[in-house]
């Protein structure tokens, strides 16, 4: 007995121990973590000053200001990685946890720790590579085109950034052995080590490939890598890593460690270096000032003030503030949390029943994915190299169309059963008109980024650096902007692209290992040796989504699957931009789709006193009629995708 008590207070004190080390090595890394954080926020400013200087002298003095596009690919190094380390501390970065949540509690605890050691391994091999290439740009004196800058010491800031990542991962690794080690359970313990071993094994394989005790056909090794990239997601490892993981180890098995090691480093620094992902930040940044700024608010009562006094006219409000501010928000959550914190207190004291009021919500912010400026858009152009102004146009009927067709629903669904949502009051003329007046900042928001685009003045790339900085002087002159609340959206935006631009870092290698294995052509000869018609074709497609829908959020959806489905719909003869529009609205009806759906889960979380997780589920149900549609009236009738690009 005495033996057992000591050995529990032994085990305590060891939990406290590394729980105290964890919590030191977090104390160190603060300050450089905040550093880190505002010297991409100063970038982010400095690359929208100078997109905005350069489309301004463009346009009315004919002059373009020197080296521009290359000082902006260098300002994205700073911008996309500053804030690794600070989402990492945070938890946000982009993890699939669906097997990880169904693991029994022994095996849960190791299998977070052992999936951050891979990550910190892998990590840690990346930011060497950054390192050998820094070096070698010094060596060599390599500078830029036009301005002659150099580019090692944004290499090295990047190697500095990437040593912060992996020690915020070292700390999140010892606060999960803390954990695993007050559990006392040798179970744990085992499968802590099995993970260390398999860790060991892949680094094996990635680095010294010759020394495997076993071979299999080339085919195999890269289904292989494929299913290890799969499994390594499910459990909770992050994206980013499990990607860089199997580009690792699938390049090495099928050519060797020199090119899979080059590999990783030229398209990691390629990636964060190029200057079209500045669209990203921007836009975002763009978005979060609009939100930040209340306009979010005015654009949901002037909705209301003129279909509030439907059936279900609040829900329907909602759907169509929602798509307002699709035109200036390019992701989904922030139509989530802005609308659920305006319309939920409203649609509750008017006694909506709550699984139709959050799951309307839930399903009207996917249109943010459909109405530009739209991340899931960017993600796909950027992986197939489409147009994207030719995507962004494309997406507006789409998104429009789907608003039409939820607010249709909705008013339906209420009008046979008036309990699920009853009428608000009727508005005044006067109310109607006073309120939309007060929605010109979105609308001017609007004309500036969509118009640009579609006359062809600006770019993507321009058109979030305009749209940024006219939100912020908008919000500016209108008085709607305190310091604060500038710091936070520049601190959001920060955490976000992090999130984001860590995954195509690694998910560009992950392309190129796809494309070495040959995958993408075996699978295409497969599919058309089953002589499948075009429209078999895309609903097996379809059914695809679906399926991984289920299981993985869009944009890892997204860099997982376009890979391997665009050659195939190519070689099918789809146009290209009608099946970036399918593909989008399929991963988008993910994010609602049981068991994981980011939106159920941050609109489950806003409503949790008034509605569970599973009843928010069970809503959105009938809202897949909307999506069916849609995605019916797309594949029968493409030109509702391809009109206004065509003009283009």
């Not at 529990?8 to 590394?18: H, R, T």
């Not at 800058?149 to 950034?161: I, K």
């Not at 279909?307 to 798509?323: E, K, M």
Request: charged share 10%; proline share 4%; net charge neutral.
């Amino acid at each position: 007995m005495g033996q057992a008590a000591g050995t529990g207070v032994a085990d305590s004190s060891v939990a406290a121990f590394i729980q105290a080390a964890a919590d030191g090595l977090r104390r160190a890394i603060a300050w450089p973590t905040k550093a880190a954080v505002y010297v991409g926020a100063a970038s982010l400013v400095l690359m929208m000053a100078l997109t905005v200087a350069d489309v301004m002298l463009r346009n009315l003095a004919a002059v373009v200001v020197p080296g521009g596009m290359e000082m902006t690919g260098l300002l994205m190094i700073l911008v996309a990685l500053s804030t690794l380390a600070a989402a990492e501390l945070e938890g946000s970065h982009i993890r699939v946890d669906l097997i990880l949540q169904a693991l029994p509690g022994f095996a849960r605890k190791p299998t977070i720790a052992g999936g951050l050691v891979l990550t910190l391994a892998t990590i840690v091999v990346a930011g060497a590579q950054i390192l050998l290439q820094g070096l070698h740009l010094w060596h060599n004196g390599i500078v830029t085109g036009v301005l002659g800058v150099p580019e090692w010491p944004f290499v090295a800031a990047a190697t500095c950034f990437m040593l912060l990542f992996a020690t915020a991962l070292l700390a999140s690794f010892a606060a999960a052995l803390a954990g695993v080690a007050q559990m006392r359970d040798p179970r744990a313990l085992a499968i802590l080590l099995a993970w260390v071993a398999v860790t060991g094994l892949i680094l094996v394989a990635a680095l010294f490939p010759q020394y495997l005790p076993f071979d299999m056909p080339r085919g195999m090794r890269g289904i292989m890598a494929i299913v290890l990239c799969f499994v390594l997601i499910f459990l909770g490892v992050h994206v980013a890593a499990a990607m860089a993981v199997t580009a690792l180890v699938g390049i090495s098995i099928l050519i060797n460690s020199t090119a899979s090691l080059t590999s990783l480093a030229t398209t990691t620094m390629n990636v964060v270096g190029d200057q079209t992902w500045s669209v990203v930040p921007l836009f975002t940044w763009m978005g979060l000032l609009v939100v930040a700024s209340g306009f979010a608010e005015d654009l949901y009562r002037a909705a209301y003030r003129w279909i509030g006094h439907l059936p279900g006219g609040l829900a329907s409000a909602s759907t169509v503030a929602c798509a307002g501010l699709a035109s200036i928000v390019g992701d989904t959550l922030s139509g989530v949390y802005s609308m659920g914190s305006i319309a939920l207190p409203q649609m509750r004291s008017y006694g909506y029943d709550m699984k139709l009021a959050t799951a309307s919500i839930a399903c009207a912010a996917t249109i943010g994915a459909m109405i530009p400026p739209s991340l899931a858009f960017i993600v796909y152009g950027m992986i197939t190299e489409v147009s994207i102004g030719k995507l962004f146009m494309a997406g507006v009927l789409p998104g429009i169309l789907f608003a039409f067709i939820l607010v249709s629903l909705i008013t339906i669904r209420a009008a046979l059963n008036p309990s699920l949502a009853p009428r608000g009051e009727v508005s005044s003329w006067g109310e109607r008109i006073r309120s939309s007046a007060r929605v010109w900042p979105i609308v001017l928001l609007m004309l500036l980024v969509l118009g640009g685009i579609y006359t062809g003045l600006v770019t993507p790339n321009e058109a979030g650096g305009l749209g940024a900085c006219g939100a912020l002087l908008i919000a500016a002159v209108t008085g709607r902007l305190t310091w604060g609340s500038l710091w936070h959206s520049l601190e959001r935006t920060m955490l976000l692209t992090a999130g984001i631009i860590v995954i195509f870092m690694f998910a560009t290698a992950f392309s190129r290992f796809i494309a070495v294995s040959g995958l993408t052509q075996q699978l295409a000869a497969l599919i058309i040796g089953w002589e499948l018609g075009k429209y078999q074709l895309i609903g097996a497609i379809l059914a695809f989504y679906v399926l991984i829908g289920m299981f993985m959020n869009a944009l890892p959806a997204l860099v997982l699957t376009v890979p391997l489905f665009y050659p195939v719909a190519m070689a099918a003869g789809f146009d290209p931009i009608w099946f970036g529009v399918i593909v989008v609205i399929m991963v988008e009806l993910g994010v609602v789709t049981p068991p994981i759906g980011v939106n159920v889960f941050a609109i489950a979380a806003m409503a949790r006193q008034d509605v569970s997780m599973y009843e928010v589920f069970y809503g959105v149900f009938p809202f897949w009629i909307a999506f069916a549609l849609l995605i019916g009236l797309i594949v029968v009738f493409p030109e509702i995708s391809l009109y206004l690009p065509s003009f283009m």
